[in-house]
C-alpha cells in the first residue's frame, strides 16, 4: 500500500502565501515523479507542478513564477510554496505521484492523495 498524505491548505488573503505538503509512504520501489493538481468547482483537474525524481520541474502557464515545486527524498515529501495567491488560485490542490511500488516493480503507477483546499479570498 501507498499513501500520499496532504498538508497545508487554508484560506489566504491574495497576496498572501500558503506551503503546501505531501507526505509519501509505503511499499515504494522508486519514485518516477511527484506533483500537484488542482481543481477548482465546475473545471477539470489541472497540472500545477511535478517535480522528477532528478530534480527537473514543469509547472502550469498560470503559476509559473509565483509558485515553486521542491522535495525532500530522505522524507518521501514534496513541497508547494505558493506565493502571491490570487482568487482564481482557489481550488482543491491533489498530490500525484507516479511510482514503483514493491509489489509491482515492473509497473509504474499513480497515486493520488485525498486533497486539500486552498481558499484564496478577501
Known amino acids: 500500500q501507498v499513501q500520499l498524505v496532504e498538508s497545508g491548505g487554508g484560506l489566504v488573503q491574495p497576496g498572501g502565501s500558503l506551503r503546501l505538503s505531501c507526505a509519501a509512504s509505503?511499499?515504494?520501489?522508486?519514485?518516477?515523479?511527484m506533483g500537484w493538481y488542482r481543481q477548482a468547482p465546475g473545471k477539470e483537474r489541472e497540472l500545477v507542478a511535478k517535480i522528477s525524481s532528478g530534480g527537473s520541474t514543469n509547472y502550469g502557464d498560470s503559476v509559473k513564477g509565483r509558485f515553486t515545486i521542491s522535495r525532500d527524498n530522505a522524507k518521501s515529501t514534496v513541497y508547494l510554496q505558493m506565493n502571491s495567491l490570487k482568487p482564481e488560485d482557489t481550488a482543491t490542490y491533489y498530490c500525484n505521484a507516479n511510482l514503483q511500488p514493491t509489489t509491482s516493480v515492473g509497473r509504474v503507477m499513480a497515486y493520488w492523495g485525498k486533497g486539500t483546499l486552498v481558499t484564496v479570498s478577501s
Open positions: 509505503g511499499a515504494i520501489f522508486r519514485f518516477i515523479d
